[in-house]
């Protein structure tokens, strides 16, 4: 079974030891949730899966390939997207044109020939363009496709970013404080959103302070705390245990 695996996984920087022998497994169809106070090391996780940072030691494996020290870009062509926690966007360009993006990573790793076959091009720019429009109509943003993208909303743009990470077709998404600024309709909405990222098969790995909504929609989920791993297991085991209430969830 396709699963991304972290093993073992310390990140240094300088003295600071952010991550310490963290092991986390991502599968397709399950949503999996990662929580923990401020600086414990989540972001710090997910920078190391998505390429952003090498691990000090420990490895990253797609179907036991080793990715750990492949590059952000050989990542996303695999399958493996994100969100940011302040979403980035090319504020002048269309909401259409931000989603198209994630589907460039279609584009074969032959940009001269890409560039040299004109029709070719066009048609793959169509079947972008559809498919990115599709996207941006199952997220909510129909309405905004011609839109600059700074001129969204927050929430809008929270969600035009998982349109175009959606769009570069991944196995597995992580996404970084989604629910960050959103209301709770917003964030019924977003639940939703993720509710059918994993019946379309795709691992979802969560980051989120807003417990709540972990809990009711997570599979597992993986406590950090200082860099450790203090817990891991379904939202009930989680959030009953006494450790993770002590560091985390307050009585
Ligand atoms: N590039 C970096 N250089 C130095 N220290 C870093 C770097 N990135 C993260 N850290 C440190 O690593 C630790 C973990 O940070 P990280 O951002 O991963 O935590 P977090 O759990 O995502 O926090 P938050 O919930 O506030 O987003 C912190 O002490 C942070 O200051």
């Not at 969204?152 to 970084?176: G, N, S, T, V, Y």
């Not at 639940?191 to 994993?198: A, D, E, F, P, S």
């Amino acid at each position: 079974m396709t699963a991304l695996q972290v093993t073992d996984v310390t990140k240094s920087f300088g003295g600071l030891t952010a991550l310490d022998q963290v092991s986390l497994e991502l599968r397709p169809g399950e949503v999996h949730g990662l929580i923990g106070p401020n600086g414990s090391g989540k972001t710090t996780l997910l920078n190391l899966l998505s390429g952003y940072y090498e691990p000090t030691k420990g490895d990253i494996r797609l179907d036991g390939e080793d990715l750990s020290r492949t590059r952000v870009q050989h990542r996303a062509r695999l399958g493996i997207a994100r969100t940011f926690q302040k979403p980035r966007l090319l504020g002048t360009m269309t909401v259409l044109d931000n989603a198209m993006l994630g589907a460039w990573r279609d584009v074969g790793s032959n940009f001269l020939g890409t560039a040299l076959s004109l029709g070719r091009t066009r048609r793959e720019e169509r079947e972008f363009a559809r498919r990115a429009g599709e996207l941006l109509m199952g997220v909510g943003l129909g309405h905004a496709v011609h839109r600059r993208a700074d001129l969204l909303e927050h929430a809008e743009q929270r969600f035009l970013e998982i349109a175009r990470a959606l769009a570069m077709r991944p196995k597995f998404i992580m996404l970084d404080e989604p629910a960050g600024g959103l209301t709770a309709l917003e964030t019924e909405h977003l639940g939703r959103i993720i509710q059918v990222m994993r019946d379309a098969g795709l691992g979802v790995l969560l980051v989120e302070h807003h417990t709540d909504f972990v809990f009711r929609i997570c599979d597992r989920v993986t406590t950090l705390d200082l860099g450790k791993v203090i817990k891991r297991g379904t939202p009930d085991e989680v959030r009953k245990d006494p450790e993770v209430i002590r560091v985390y969830l307050g009585a």
